[in-house]
T-cell receptor, first 119, second 109 residues
Framework: GAVVSQHPSRVICKSGTSVKIECRSLDFQATTMFWYRQFPKQSLMLMATSNEGSKATYEQGVEKDKFLINHASLTLSTLTVTSAHPEDSSFYIC???????????????FGPGTRLTVL | KNEVEQSPQNLTAQEGEFITINCSYSVGISALHWLQQHPGGGIVSLFMLSSGKKKHGRLIATINIQEKHSSLHITASHPRDSAVYICAPEETSGSRLTFGEGTQLTVNP
């Protein structure tokens, strides 16, 4: 299967600072990546769909000015949490979409996640 | 919006037992994913299926599109199977996933 990396795996920051999380597709070029957030004891929630070369599509309730997404290349998408607050502390996971090959439909490959703690 | 229900929420088993986790969803889908999340948080995709049945080692996944229901089975369960198992239907309209709440499986030696 494809390999997706995230960096950093864990980050602790002070309230008010910005944090950038990288998601890389190591095996193939991806025009579409997804960003998810998971609070403790809860399921994953889709935050936004990142499209290479165009603006990200955000889910309802997700502030696009607070969670900046940049899909700068076909192998890299970044999520920047701006002016982070303790309530932004969460587990952030990206996934990479590969269109159509083996099964004639799309496959998603998940990154290992980034645990953000805002003090 | 696709409503996803998984059962049970928590499951404790003895090593060697046969495990079944169920997933029901409310709207049409193009495929359904079963994911495994370990305590560290990393997610592994176990299966993606759109019909019938798939088997990988001790894991079996089935889906009934008409009944909007899928099951994940683990045969000869082992303590290393302890994890959260998540059902995630993929909407017909695209590749967005809707996630179930997950089933916490604990297999005791």
């Amino acid at each position: 299967g494809a390999v997706v990396s995230q960096h950093p795996s864990r980050v602790i920051c002070k309230s008010g600072t910005s944090v950038k999380i990288e998601c890389r597709s190591l095996d193939f070029q991806a025009t579409t990546m997804f960003w998810y957030r998971q609070f403790p004891k809860q399921s994953l929630m889709l935050m936004a769909t990142s499209n290479e070369g165009s603006k990200a599509t955000y889910e309802q309730g997700v502030e696009k000015d607070k969670f900046l997404i940049n899909h700068a290349s076909l192998t890299l998408s970044t999520l920047t949490v701006t002016s982070a607050h303790p309530e932004d502390s969460s587990f952030y996971i990206c996934s990479v979409l590969r269109f159509g090959l083996r099964y004639s439909y799309n496959e998603q490959f998940f990154g290992p996640g980034t645990r953000l703690t805002v003090l | 919006k696709n409503e996803v229900e998984q059962s049970p929420q928590n499951l404790t088993a003895q090593e060697g037992e046969f495990i079944t986790i169920n997933c029901s969803y409310s709207v049409g889908i193009s495929a359904l994913h079963w994911l495994q999340q370990h305590p560290g948080g990393g997610i592994v995709s176990l299966f993606m299926l759109s019909s019938g049945k798939k088997k990988h080692g001790r894991l079996i996944a089935t889906i009934n599109i008409q009944e909007k229901h899928s099951s994940l089975h683990i045969t000869a369960s082992h303590p290393r199977d302890s994890a959260v198992y998540i059902c995630a239907p993929e909407e017909t309209s695209g590749s967005r996933l809707t996630f179930g709440e997950g089933t916490q499986l604990t297999v005791n030696p």
